[in-house]
């Protein structure tokens, strides 16, 4: 593998490109359900320089894959920085200290905490889920491993890790101070970037983000906003119907329901979506997820206007 590092006083290029107020562009990629690295070697290939970090899934829907700590180092080994995800399914707050500090001392400087899905979802229904500590606890736990060199139980750290910390949100339709509750003990924790659920209703995303500007949040924490492309009439229905957390107007099914080719149609409500997300005040970047259809990331960035991507300051 080629050697790749992102260490730049500690802080990776997210960070460094968010702290300057740049519009950054993130998306998704899947590790294999095998013992290989050549496929997400590809992956992150046909990214790289459409992106400014791809995130590596955790054994999301509870489906064994290859870990998301090995996946981000075959990621960064072809130039892309890895936004690492953890979930609190999987593992005690052992081994979660212990992921996080190999993390951060083998160069992986971005992670996002998530609960993850239940076990039952995924192919080992009869394993026992862990969920030792919240989400919020593990955000907390990060800032005072990074910060004060501490673990939960008080125990002293020798080198600290180095770690931009995100977290998740759904922006749906629902009382203010629900909406603003959830994020900011997030925030309060600290988390330092929010990633949402894909958005698809712009008028609901805009009452969502107007309740982080008003709450001071968008001063204290970045958000970007979720964008997937939708790849048939059957994954529009299923998202509407199926998937919590995913608000889509009949509007957007119907266009994809009366387009020739649905498929290019959900690239083109992805890009327009991605370039009208750039305009809403206090937005700082989007996630592309596209769930195994990696190839149309570079296009949907290059369509809403966002190449060629910055250079990060030193």
Same mark, same amino acid.
């Given at each position: 593998?080629?050697?790749? *590092?992102?260490?730049?006083?500690?802080?990776?290029?997210?960070?460094?490109?968010?702290?300057?107020?740049?519009?950054?562009?993130?998306?998704?990629?899947?590790?294999?359900?095998?013992?290989?690295?050549?496929?997400?070697?590809?992956?992150?290939?046909?990214?790289? #320089?459409?992106?400014?970090?791809?995130?590596?899934?955790?054994?999301?829907?509870?489906?064994?894959?290859?870990?998301?700590?090995?996946?981000?180092?075959?990621?960064?080994?072809?130039?892309?920085?890895?936004?690492?995800?953890?979930?609190?399914?999987?593992?005690?707050?052992? #081994?979660?200290? *212990?992921?996080?500090?190999?993390?951060?001392?083998?160069?992986?400087?971005?992670?996002?905490?998530?609960?993850?899905?239940?076990?039952?979802?995924?192919?080992?229904?009869?394993?026992?889920?862990?969920?030792?500590?919240?989400?919020?606890?593990?955000?907390?736990?990060?800032?005072?491993?990074?910060?004060?060199?501490?673990?939960?139980?008080? #125990?002293?750290?020798?080198?600290?890790?180095?770690?931009?910390?995100?977290?998740?949100?759904?922006?749906?339709?629902?009382?203010?101070?629900?909406?603003?509750?959830?994020?900011?003990?997030?925030?309060?924790?600290?988390?330092?970037?929010?990633?949402?659920?894909?958005?698809?209703?712009?008028?609901?995303?805009?009452?969502?983000?107007?309740?982080?500007?008003?709450?001071?949040?968008?001063?204290?924490?970045?958000?970007?906003?979720?964008?997937?492309?939708?790849? %048939?009439?059957?994954?529009?229905?299923?998202?509407?119907?199926?998937?919590?957390?995913?608000?889509?107007?009949?509007?957007?099914?119907?266009?994809?329901?009366?387009?020739?080719?649905?498929?290019?149609?959900?690239?083109?409500?992805?890009?327009?979506?991605?370039?009208?997300?750039?305009?809403?005040?206090?937005?700082?970047?989007?996630?592309?997820?596209?769930?195994?259809?990696?190839?149309?990331?570079?296009?949907?960035?290059?369509?809403?206007?966002?190449?060629?991507?910055? %250079?990060?300051?030193?």
């Amino acid at each position: 593998m080629k050697e790749y *590092s992102i260490r730049i006083d500690g802080r990776s290029r997210l960070q460094r490109l968010l702290e300057v107020g740049e519009f950054v562009v993130t998306c998704e990629l899947g590790p294999p359900q095998g013992a290989e690295s050549g496929h997400l070697a590809e992956k992150a290939r046909r990214v790289r #320089g459409s992106v400014d970090a791809c995130n590596l899934t955790d054994c999301t829907t509870a489906m064994v894959r290859l870990s998301s700590l090995a996946s981000s180092l075959i990621v960064q080994s072809e130039g892309v920085e890895a936004v690492m995800q953890i979930t609190l399914r999987d593992r005690n707050r052992i #081994g979660l200290q *212990s992921d996080l500090l190999g993390a951060s001392a083998l160069g992986i400087r971005n992670v996002l905490c998530l609960y993850g899905d239940p076990p039952e979802a995924g192919n080992e229904k009869e394993a026992k889920p862990v969920y030792d500590i919240s989400t919020t606890e593990l955000i907390s736990c990060i800032r005072g491993m990074r910060d004060r060199g501490e673990l939960i139980g008080g #125990g002293k750290l020798t080198h600290p890790p180095e770690l931009f910390v995100g977290a998740a949100a759904t922006p749906l339709r629902e009382d203010s101070s629900i909406r603003i509750a959830n994020v900011a003990k997030k925030v309060e924790a600290g988390a330092q970037f929010i990633q949402t659920q894909p958005v698809f209703d712009i008028d609901v995303f805009r009452e969502f983000i107007a309740d982080m500007r008003s709450s001071g949040l968008t001063d204290r924490c970045r958000f970007i906003a979720g964008i997937m492309p939708i790849r %048939s009439v059957r994954m529009a229905k299923h998202l509407k119907e199926k998937v919590h957390g995913i608000t889509l107007p009949d509007g957007v099914l119907r266009r994809v329901e009366d387009a020739a080719d649905p498929a290019r149609e959900g690239i083109r409500i992805a890009h327009e979506t991605a370039a009208e997300l750039k305009q809403v005040h206090g937005v700082s970047g989007i996630h592309i997820m596209t769930v195994a259809w990696e190839d149309v990331i570079p296009e949907i960035v290059e369509e809403a206007g966002l190449m060629p991507r910055p %250079s990060p300051p030193g």
